[in-house]
């Protein structure tokens, strides 16, 4: 399987992805920090995503109903090198099935998402699942 995504930026102004047929804008300036998304926080939103649909996804599998789910994510930023150093995330599944279980629900996730594996081989990540 292969992704393809395209970019572009403007000097001294903004830069946007596009991926399918949408268009992703991020900050390169400090004028637009408090305004759009930095790389590290489309990363992470990347790694939110990959949880996510692997909730969609393990809900067929394993055969449990859900309304919704909501995703926290926080990192550590290293400086030297700049890289992530840890991720720690608290999953909030809202389900009033008992046949949900958590702990096969988080073994899967880890195992099967490929952004959660990607991050995984550069940096500690630390996850919670709750039901609510």
Known sequence: MEYKIAAQSSSKTSA????????????????????LPNPAELFLGSFSSCILKNVERFSIIMNFEYSKAKISVTATRLEKPPRMDQIKYVLKIYSQDDSLNIDLLKKNIEKFGTIYNTAKLSCTIQGEIQKI
Do not use: C
């Not at 946007?16 to 305004?35: H, L, M, Q, V």
């Open 16 to 35: 946007s992805i596009e991926i399918k047929k949408r268009n992703i804008g991020f900050g390169i300036t400090p004028e637009t920090a408090d305004t």
